[in-house]
């Protein structure tokens, strides 16, 4: 069964503190590994479409890479403007979308 | 701004009660999907739709209808609402990426 876990469920860290995100699957026929970000009583926005191991995509503070069981999302030096929820979700072989739970990211000033 | 346009925002219905969802999108994408989101679950493919006159069921469909009226928009509807719809539900448009619209707080009493 095709699957996203991601964790920690939560993560509070620090202005400056550096830390990384993790989103494990098992999908048959992996089409492409997506990130997005979510902010409270919003929509999730696109961050990052990864589509091959060893592929790394940066943004910002953000950087994604992805291997082939599972993803990363690195925060370098974040700011409280980072706090989100980030979201994680596989394409599979029929290019539908699963989705993981997401991590709740606090950063404290 | 382009994008997707969820109407209403927020909505409490009664059980057994009926509703329409509204989404509409300017950004002349074929595909559009409606999307439930509940706390400690990933986004849960509903509905969704390839192109304008095409519709197919996602993972949870049961209590739910849609109708893509046309290219831009796309509704969906739940013809008795029970308790177990409360949810918030997106709804978003593909070209490559993903874009979600804002979301429907919805409560079912």
């Known amino acids: 069964e095709d699957q996203v876990t991601q964790s920690p469920e939560a993560l509070r860290l620090q202005e400056g503190e550096s830390s990384s995100l993790n989103c494990s699957y098992t999908?048959?026929?992996?089409?492409?590994l997506f990130w997005y970000r979510q902010d409270p009583g919003k929509g999730p926005e696109f961050l990052f479409t990864?589509?091959?191991?060893?592929e790394e995509k940066e943004k910002e503070r953000l950087k994604a890479t992805l291997t082939k069981k599972e993803s990363f999302l690195h925060i370098t030096a974040p700011k409280p403007e980072d706090s989100a929820t980030y979201l994680c979700?596989?394409?599979?072989?029929?290019?539908?979308?699963?989705w993981g739970a997401g991590t709740k990211l606090i950063i404290k000033p | 701004n382009a994008g997707v346009t969820q109407t209403p925002k927020f909505q409490v219905l009664k059980t057994g009660q009926s509703m329409t969802l509204q989404c509409a999108q300017d950004m002349n994408h074929n595909s559009m999907y409606w999307y439930r989101q509940d706390p400690g679950m990933g986004l849960r493919l509903i509905y969704y739709s390839a192109s304008e006159g095409t519709t197919d069921k996602g993972e949870v469909p049961n209590g739910y209808n849609v109708s893509r009226l046309n290219k831009r928009e796309f509704s969906l509807r739940l013809e008795s609402a029970a308790p177990s719809q409360t949810s918030v539900y997106f709804c978003?448009?593909?070209?490559?990426?993903?874009?979600f619209g804002s979301g429907t707080r919805l409560t079912v009493v």
């Open positions: 990864l589509y091959s191991a060893g």
């Open positions: 979700a596989v394409q599979d072989s029929n290019y539908q979308l699963i």
């Open positions: 978003a448009s593909r070209q490559g990426g993903y874009t």
């Open positions: 999908v048959s026929g992996l089409r492409g």
